[in-house]
């Protein structure tokens, strides 16, 4: 029991941290693609040198956003895949328990959806 408590806390705690570094990589890739439109409009209105060099730096500036947007990807597979394997053992620990409570969601569920008719 005390093994379920700490294991719940932990898993708890590990998404709250997943959440907080994925809304930071969302806004860390919002910032980045205004700021490469920013620097595409104005240099949209310029011509010569100056417009060749901010739209390179648009450019940069969305190849690394794209970059970053592929590595927060792929933290978000690895910790699913961690999460996935995470339940698997709870499942295999506590399979009495994860019948039950499936059974009990089932139940509430019909009951639900056949008032709703």
């Given amino acids: ?8 806390a932990k898993a708890k705690y590990h998404a709250y941290e997943y959440d907080s570094h994925a809304s930071d990589a969302q806004s860390d890739v919002k910032a980045l693609v205004r700021d490469a439109q920013s620097m595409l409009t104005a ?3 310029l011509t010569g040198e100056k417009a060749d060099e901010l739209r ?3 450019m940069e500036m969305l190849d690394r956003a794209l970059g970053k947007a592929g590595r ?5 597979l690895e910790r699913s895949k961690e999460l996935a394997h995470e339940a698997d053992v ?3 620990d506590n399979p009495y328990r994860t019948l ?3 059974a009990g969601i089932g139940i509430a569920l019909g009951i639900l959806l056949s ?3």
Avoid: F, W
């Fill in 90 to 92: 709870y499942v295999r």
């Fill in 1 to 8: 029991m005390l093994d379920t408590t700490r294991s719940n």
């Fill in 115 to 117: 008032r709703k008719q």
């Fill in 56 to 58: 390179n730096r648009g």
């Fill in 100 to 102: 039950v409570v499936a």
């Fill in 43 to 45: 240099a949209a209105a």
């Fill in 72 to 76: 927060y990807q792929d933290q978000a």
